[in-house]
């Protein structure tokens, strides 16, 4: 199984893979995803095939990975993390704000409805990813729970934002944020310590954190 971009060390590995998805980025802008084959993508990244294969099993690979590492850069860019407070909120904005730039480059063709759930599922895994090692940093009980919460999580979110975003009618992102938040707010609450200490009536800390 090929190592996630997200764990390439070797800089030589991040510049072929880098090559590789601004080749297959530059290519969607004049070719549907269907048309597009592995020849032409290691044309335009003047790689080989054998060297394509070592890092992809497939173009559906290398897009999922061109997805997740353009979500990356995003996030990265505004410096977040998730640390359990209310950095999820602004993870919550740069969801909406990146499922905007992916409707924006979407392919025309036949081929929208798979393009659009490989760009989904790349979506939702950056942000398991992304909350799981928040969680991580925080203390939870049991052992294994991050990585539930993390995983529902991550569908409620990105579920909520596809929706906000095909909406017609839809209002600005920085109106849905905090519905949003309201609904994973209860998934996000159980990867705080149990005995967490409350505020106010009926509140917990991690609670009041969330919801800033």
């Not at 099993?57 to 860019?77: I, P, R, W």
């Not at 977040?80 to 409707?103: H, K, P, V």
């Not at 109106?175 to 409350?198: D, F, G, K, N, Y």
Request: charged share 25%; net charge negative.
């Amino acid at each position: 199984m090929a190592i996630s971009d997200c764990d390439v060390r070797d800089p030589r590995i991040r510049r072929t893979r880098q090559l590789l998805q601004r080749a297959l980025q530059k290519l969607l802008q004049d070719k549907s995803f269907d048309d597009i084959s592995v020849h032409d993508i290691t044309g335009e990244a003047t790689l080989n095939r054998a060297t394509f294969y070592d890092h992809y099993t497939d173009k559906y690979a290398l897009l999922e990975a061109m997805v997740a590492a353009g979500f990356h850069e995003l996030l990265s860019h505004r410096q977040l993390s998730y640390d359990g407070t209310c950095a999820a909120r602004a993870i919550i904005l740069a969801t909406c704000d990146f499922r905007n730039q992916c409707e924006s480059h979407r392919p025309l063709g036949e081929d929208r409805g798979a393009f659009e759930s490989l760009v989904d599922a790349a979506i939702v895994r950056t942000l398991r990813r992304v909350l799981i090692e928040g969680m991580r940093r925080c203390p939870s009980e049991p052992a294994g729970l991050a990585e539930l919460i993390a995983a529902s999580a991550s569908g409620a979110i990105y579920g909520a934002v596809k929706e906000w975003s095909v909406r017609p009618d839809r209002c600005a992102a920085a109106e849905i944020v905090p519905v949003v938040l309201q609904l994973v707010l209860p998934l996000l609450q159980a990867a705080m310590r149990p005995e967490a200490e409350t505020v106010g009536t009926g509140g917990t800390r991690g609670e009041a954190e969330l919801a800033t």
